[in-house]
Structure formats: C-alpha cells, structure tokens
C-alpha cells in the first residue's frame, strides 16, 4: 500500500517535470520589476514611473530624445521641433505651431491628425484628476496650477464639492479659456502659451507620459468625452478606475496592450505591425512585479527573466553572475535631501520635539529657523562615507538643489563637507551660544523599510553627538502614512526626502524646493514660506518667463547660491542608477528622462 | 441539532457587524492625511500634488459612522468597493485571489494530513525510542524554522539549483493561454479549470508550480499534526478498551488500526478544520516567495497600504468562511462524539 | 520528576533552555556594549552595534565571532541579546492571554446555555481577523516597537486557549465527579478550580509551551513584513529577516552567507525545540492517563 502511493507519488513528480522546460526565445520580453505596478493607464491621471513605463511603450509623444541625450530634442510625432530660427516658434516664445507627422497609424488603424493630438490635451486638461500630471499643461499655457484654476479664472468658486454646483455659463467660459490655448490649422497644432516658458517642449517630449497622444475617435467610441463644449463637466475629476483609459490603450506605439492582469500583477504587450517607424524585434512583453529580490534573481539566473530590479545594496551580488550584464553610473535628475521644518508644531509632537524647549530636553519650535543650526547640521554631516558606504560609489555629492545634471547649475559654488569643527562654531553662534549651553534632543526621521535614509540619519546622528554630550539626537522610523500625515502639518524637525524631475528643466526643481507655493515650502513650516515670498519667489518667477538662456543661467546661479548659503536644507546624494539584464539583450540605450526601464523598440535578443 | 445550526447562523451577522465595526473604529484612529497615502503609495510618488484635493475628492475627511453607514448601504446592494491597491473592484479581487489560495490549501492539506498522521502514528508506536525522538526533532525544526528561510532555501534548492519548479501559478505560456480568450474560467483554481478545458499540459503545469509551495508548508506544519496525533494516540492506546483488545488477543496491527487509530482521529479531524482556516487565510510568507499570488498576499498588501476598503471586503469574507467551517467543525464533532452535547 | 530526567529528550530541552536562561542572565557581561556607545547614558543596551555604514554581511572573524549581517549589525550581540527578547515576548505574551483565555473559556464553558454562546461569537469576532492582517492595521495605527507587537500577539492568541479549554471543560462538566459535586452542594467557584481546573488544564499548559516556541517565529515574521521592533533592534527574528537578500549567496558560492541565516536559526530552532520537548514531558509527568 505504502509502495503504491510513493510510486504514484514519484510518477506524478515526473508527469510535472516532462512539460515545458526554459527555451530562449528571442522574441519574447520579460522584465520583472520590485514591489508595486501601474496605478492607471491614463497618459491624463499616470503621474508614477510604473505607469508611466506601460505608456511609454504603448503611446508616442510629439517629440523624443535622439540617443537618450538630454540635450538633442528631435521630432516624433511633429515633423520639426519649433524654434525660433525655423519660424515655428515666435520671438516671445509665446505662439508655438508644430507640425503634425502624416500616415502615422494608431492600433485601430486609424490615421493621426492635429485634431488627435488637441483632444489629447484638452480632455486631458478638461479632467485634470486630482493628484495627476495635467499642471504641467495648466502652468505654461494659462498661468496656473489646475481646472478648479481655471474655474475661478471664468468667474466662479475655487472651493466647490462637486462640479455640478457651478453655473454652466462659467463652466462654458472656463472651458472656451482652455480651448483657446491650442488651435488645430490644417496639418498643424499651435499652442498660445500665457507667459514664455522655455521648457514647453520638454513638457512635450517622450519621458512625459502625460503628453501622450491618444485616438480621438476610438477615445469617444469607448466612453471618453465627446468634444462637445458643455458637456465636459461630466468627465471632470473621475476615479481612476472609471476613466477611459484606466486598463485601455489605443496610442501610436510600438507596442500594444493585451492585458493588464491586475491580480497576477503583469502587464502584457504584443508588437503592433504597423508602427510608422516599422515593427520592433520583439513581439511579445511581459512586464511583471514580484517584491521579492530572492525570487526576481532566480528568474533572471534561469533566464526567465531578461532584465530586473535590482535595489543599489543588493548589486553587489548580481555582478558576478555569468550571463548578466550590469550597465552602471547611469545618472538621473534626482537628488536626495535632508530638510529642516523652520516652524515645528509642538503641541502633541514630544516624540520628535521633546520638550518643545531650548533646556536639553528637546527643540523649541523654530529651532531650524535660526541660519546656525542648519549650517552645523550641514557641516555635520559625512557626505563621503555615505556616497563611498552607503550608496557604494553610485553617485555624486551635490552642489546645491538642482542637480548637476540639469542645465543652469553652478559646478564651482562652495558647498557643504564634513567639518566637526566648522559644525562646532556654528552650533556655538546658534541662538546666541545657548544651544551650546543647554544642548537639546531631536527626534529625526525616515520612512521605515528604507534603509539607505535610516543609515543617513545615523550618519548624522553619529556625528552631531561626537560634538557635545549634551546634543541628543534620536533616530526614528515611521510608516509612510504616518510620514505623510507629519508632513503636512510641517511637524517633522528633520526628514530625508527625494525629488524626481517630471522634465529636465532647472525650474522644475526651483518651484519644489524654494517656491512658496512649492511642494516642501508647504511641509517645511510657516518660517520657510515666509523666507521664500521673500527672497525667492520673484527670481523663480522670473527664471521660467526669461527666453535668453545667459539670463537664464544668472537667475538659477543666484538661486543656488542663496540656497547653499543659508543652508535652506542639505542636499547630500544625487545618485546614479543601473541596469541588470542578461548578456543576450541587445541595444540598450539610456535616457535619464525616460520612465521606462527600457527603450524596448530599440532592444532584440541575440543569443552570446 | 437544526436549531443549533439555526442559531449559529443568525449569530452570523452579528459577527460580521462586529468585525467590520472593529476595523472602522480602527480606521477612525487615522488622521486622513494618513489614509490619503493609499492614493500616494511612497515618498517617491509625492509630487506637488494638493492632498487637500485628493482628501476632498475621496472623502476621506467625512466622519466615521458616516463612511461605515455608507458602505453598509452599498453592501446591501451587493457593492464591496473598490480598492486601489488592487486595482479592482473588492469582489473582483476576493473572485480572483481567493481560489489561488484555495487550490494551495486543497492540495498542501493531503500531505500535510497525511504526512502528520504518519509521523504521529509512527512517533507513538515507538514511544521514546530513537525513532520517535528524530521524527518529533525533524517536525519541530519545521515548525520553527520562520517560513520564509525555509521557502527560499526550497525556491533556491528546486528552482535555482535544479530548475524544476519554477515560481508563479503558471509558467509564461500556459499564462498567455489562460489570460487571453479561449481558457474558460470555471472555478479560479488552474488545476481544475485546466482539466474542464480539458488542457492537460496547463494541468501539469500548475500541478508543477505548486509543488514547492506544498513542499514548503507541509514541512511547516508537519510538527503541529504530529504533535496532535502523537499525544492523542498514546492517549488512546492505554484507554481500558485497547487493553480490552490486547488482552482478546487481537494481533497488535488490528488494535492499531481498529481500535486506536479511529478514535485518535478525532481530534485530528477538528485541529484540521482551524489548520484549513488558517491555510485558507492565506500564506501570505509563503506567497510572497513563491510568487503565488493568493488572497493572503492581496489582503496583507491591502492592510499595508491602509486600503481599508480592501481589507474591510476580505475580513468580511474570512469571517463568513471562519463561522461556517468552525459550524461544520462543531456538528461533526458533536456527531463523532457523543458525550458532547450541542446546547 | 524522574521520569523527567529519564527521558533523553527531555533533559535535552531543558538543557538548552537553561542555557538560553544563563545567556540571557548574563547578557551584559557576555555581549557587553560596546565602547563607542558606553558612554552615553540613553543608549539602549538592545540596540544592536553597527560597525560600518554598508550593507554587505562579513564572514565571522576574531572580533565579530558570528560576523556581519546585512548593515554592519554585529551577529553575536543580535543573538545574546535577543534571548532576553525573545523570554520578554514569550512570557509576556503567553502568560497574559493564557490567563485571558483560560478565565474566558472555562467560565463561559462551566455557565453554558446563551451566555456561552455570546461568549464564543464574540471569540469568533476574533479569529475572523486573520492574524498577520490585524498586526499590520494595529502597527500601522499604533506605530512599530516591541510593546505594540506584544499587545497584537495577546489581542489574537487568547482566543485559542479560549477555545481549547471551553472543549475539555464541556467534556469534564459531565463527569461524575462533577455531578457528585454540585449535588454535594459545593459553590461553582470551588467546583470550577479545584475539580474542573486541574482536569482540563493539562492541554492548555502544553500548548502554551509549544506557543513560546511559536511566538518567537510569528514575531520574526513580522519583522519580515517590516513590522515588529524598530530596526536595530535585538530581536533573533529581526536578525534573521536581514538575511532575506543574501541567502543565495554568489553564483559560485551559494552558501557564502551561511552566517547570517544559520546563526539566528539555530537560536529560533534551538529555543522552539526546547519548549516543545519540556512541553511533551510535562505531559508525559502529568497526565496520569498516559503510562511508559
């Protein structure tokens, strides 16, 4: 009896292994990316890098970046790129015509024309879901953040629940403002911007999955708006899940979509044939997610997956596997960056401020607006060791809030380093020698499960102690939601957070970090807003209505300087990335602006 | 016996009210600027996004008893919700997770059962001797070895070393076959809808991936039925009766079997129903590893990304299998033994 | 107590324990702190030194006897002391909703009728939540450390004693000695402790010394799932998580981080195995139904 049920046993164990095992197949694509997936499909709500890499291969922009390099913009889906020399731009930077690419073919096989590439934008623009990218159309071409804006702009309320609460005469005039931005005239598109904006086409070009273009027709065939003037309102701010093109697509890529299987968490794509530009090499895509790094690189070692994830800490690893290529010091428009809440709140924030007092105990509320305490945290700090330890080389130490991959930064201005006797001075000048007296204790924090930022924070934490007895500094984890909840009532002292470029343009950093109304002013307390209308504002403003590039560049050095010289926050890494993928994988090329992963019409498989 | 039944199942509501009720109160703890992070899954997603926007487009900032009378109203219509870290509507999701882990629980449960019964039986029979010590040694390190050390180690062994069972529900072609329009969906569980489609190389294939996860949980809770049908049989093999037996002169292999091993089981068969639960509440360690993609996987990534909405429709659905499996449970053990009486 | 000594495994189990209590005892003189930090007077002894800011393990060697995990953590003093840890989480844990559930169960069991019906809805509310689920919405809300993982742990295990002493008292409530009593008069407290009690206790005891060894493990799951004590803390499931990444090894050396896994999981097994086999004997010792 027990002889029979192992043999059984045996014999099925066999069954299994005689079916299918790994055959390279060229034509097949499969990357396996960490934790999380698409959040939507949308070009007009996708603002996260997983969605946006789905979008890249299945839509076409107007413009591209030749190569991958940064600074050679060529045409995609328009013919020429505007400039002001080949007349389609005007002087002012202010009228723009582009010129629209014929017998290009969408999956449905219907042809594109200017007005596909207007509906693109002005449904975009007309549903502006909160959260999503439609500002980047809102502030070059009307001056202003969003739909709700634009509302208030025709006359009406700013603070309305739901839209159906707003005279349907404003809402026509909002809606006659944004129509007005684009005008279709033949084969062409020409955009009437509000002020100049010399990063428009950036905004434009492919690496912004917001500016894809969609099919207006297939668009209205599935539910989307119709064009009519009126009745846009009903599209206004949607779910996610209730939007078009939420699981859908019908662009102009390379690629099509199959299926987003959500609950198997895999994207599939299959080669469109008709591509204006000619099929690609591959013809099926698989994109999947598996949290787990374990099991990621098994199926890269088996070959079941071409290319994957592989966090910065655990490249050590995969160098050495035979069969695996890993590209390195690929750099990206992004930096990482400690900052200081200038106005801490106190009440219910002793974990982090103690005792909300300058008597050992804690910090009081403004104890990160005095220019001292910033500038001796900022000496403090060992930018060496982390570059070298932490991040194992992949990177560089930054020169002030842009990073040096964008245009307009100053590569000599003076920055911080790691100086205990400089961060000693400081911290003696601070408040008037009473931090040095009393001392105080700080609670710092990151967001539990990233090690990088928890090691910084240690970092620091390590050093400021060497200092004096009397500076205690507590390093704290705390979940995201936690985190973000902090954040906004500006009540973390002291947290490490990073920022991606959406266009690699200088300003795109400017407005976050020293805008008033930009992102960090807004969790960096009252004292930093109030120092930013002041001192920054009117040059930011200035610097993204300047045409001249030499004026440009003076606008954003003087920025920078300001920025380092009152230690408004520390910067301390702007780290490069990687690829990993196996040896077959051919013409990989890279583009710091590109969300996607890669460039999959230019990849093929050649077995080595 | 009936009204038993009855009873146990108008007490059904109540426990669901008070579960979900549990969560909502738990909910009411967060500030929305908390809850808002289910819209903003990480630090690299924050943008220049106005959470005021999104905590007003969500209504997140409307009142606890409001919300969970809300959702109570749509419930009756037949509407869990939407969760947006599925990325599907709540029933969607449970339709299309809970049979994967299903499937794992129906085939780990054969040799789990069958693997601890043999252990157990073998462990009393020779009671204290080295046979006993090494096979009680072996299961206890499976149960306390962290499931996840084992899983990689089994992933490493089976799949990186020899390359036989791969992770995932199915490999990349059977996928391709399932997902797009010719594979008809009965039940969710690929073994038993790839024999109604009567595709038997999907079968194996799915047969195949799940192997090492079996692997993995049948050690883990080898130790757990061992120990149960150890105790309990050498409970039993000195009850009166089995002396009784002896002492007839019944061979020892019919005392065995007759007489111990059947009233051993009992309990057995009611720590199988708890181990079904728990196995049915999803394996969410061994999911992960295994990139099997089940309920306790979508439940945990749920409750992590504060999707209340997700986890509210799971809870709700776990609780309604955990009243009727323990009602099942107890009418057989009320059945099976008679000195327990149903009240 | 004899048969206690007798039995190899047996003396095995509590050998082991009684190591795991010496090391335990002795900590601050086994793995003391080390200088960099004996200085400071609010350092916590429980947070585990890191000598480096990388994250590569190193292979044991003269001053890191059980080497580096990921981090830079020192192994050694992760497992020294993480045995107080793992006593502190144990006991706490066990003790507390051993006597929640024992004083839940039996009585509801001994009242019977409705009330034990009510009794048993409200442990289903319960158990409905699966366990890894609640810890997360509770450590989400309340935030990570050792205490909230603790308060999780008893929140979800009492119901299992609960449970299973509410299945033997329904058992031993009809026994004849039980019904001698009552008709003899004696109170229902007096009943339920010194008759009922004793009897159905055992299972109970048994399966709380199988839980010590298990809470262990459910704790190290949490930190797998990035909950449980704050990072750096001394805790053997939090040392063995950091081995998640490294546990392949190189290509050509699989086993090139055995260090990390085996060291902790030696100490989760070691400590597991020895409760189990002090439970069996206990078992063994007292339940006078069960003869060599």
Redesign the interface.
Known sequence: MKAKVCSLVVLLLLLTLSVSVFAFDPETWVYVGGAGGPQTLDPAAAYDTASGEIIHYVYDNLFEYVGGDLDNIGPLLATEVPTVENGLMSEDGRTIRVPIRQGVKFHNGAELTAEDVKYSFLRGMLADPAGGPMWMFFEPLLGVQTMRDVIAMAGGPDDFVDISEVDPAILRKAYDLVDATMEVDGNDLIFHLANPYPPFINILTKGGSWASIVCKDWMIANGAWDGNPDTWPKWYDQALEEMTLYDKACGTGPFKLDTWDKSGAQVLLSRFDDYWRGPAALKNVVIKNIPEFATRLLMLRAGDADAIYVGQQDLPQVRTIPGVTVVEDLPQITNTVLFFSFTIPVEGNEDLVGSGKLDGNGIPSDFFADVNVRKAFAYAFDYEAYLNEVVLGAGQIPKGPFPQSLPYVNTEQEYFSHDLAKATEYFKQAFNGEVWEKGFKVGIVYNTGNDARKTALEILEFNIEQINPKFQVEVIGLEWATVLDKLRSSSLPVFVMGWLADFPDTHNFAVPFMHSTGTFAGYCGQGLIDLAKEQFDALIDAGIKATDPAEREKIYHELQRLYVEQAIAMPFMEATTHRVMRDWVQGFEYCPAYAANYDLYKISKVQQ | MLTFIA?RLL?LP???I??TL??FV?MS???P?????T?????????????D??V??YGLDQPVHVRYINWVKNLLKGDLG?S?S???HVAE?IA??FPATLELALFAIIPVVLGGIWLGTISAKH??KPLD?FS??FA??G???????FG??V??IF???F??F??G?L???A??IV??GDFVRYTGMNTVDALLNKRL?IF??A??HL?APVITLSYLWW?YLL?ITR?SM??VM??DYVRTARAKGLTERVVMNRHVRRNALIPVATVSGSMVLGLL??V??VE????Y?GI?L???TG??Q?DYTL?LG??LF??LL??LV?LVVDVLYAIIDP???L? | MKKLLRNPLSMAGLIILLVFILVAVFAPWIAPVPDMYANNPNHDPYRVPRYGWGNTPQAPSKEHPMGLTHGKYDIFYGIVWGTRTAFKVGLIVTGVSCLVGIVIGSTSAYIGGKFDEVVMRFVDVFMSFPFLIAAIVITTILGRGLDKVIFALVLFRWTGYARLIRGNVLQVKQEEYVMAAKAGGVSHAKILIRHILPNTIFPVLIQASMNMGSIVVTASTLSFLGLGAPEGYADWGQMISFARNWILGTPDNPLAYWYTVVWPGLAIVLFVLSWNLIGDAFRDIMDPRIQG
């Open positions: 009873r007490f109540v426990v669901l008070g579960v549990l969560i738990a703890l967060l500030s600027y908390q809850l808002v992070s819209y903003i899954k990480s630090p690299e997603e924050l943008k220049n996004q106005s959470l926007d999104l007003r487009k939407y947006v599925a990325n599907m999701a299309k997770r009671y204290n010590h009680r040694v206890i390190v149960w306390s070895l962290p499931d996840f050390v990689l180690i992933l490493m799949y990186g070393v390359g036989w791969p992770p529900r490999s990349m072609w996928d391709s997902l797009t190389d194996w294939d047969v195949r192997i130790a120990r105790s050498l409970e000195n009850k509440g999803g969410v360690i992960t590893v295994f990139d993609k306790g979508l439940t945990a409750a992590q504060l986890v799971t809870t776990y609780g955990l009243v323990n000195r327990v009486r009240e």
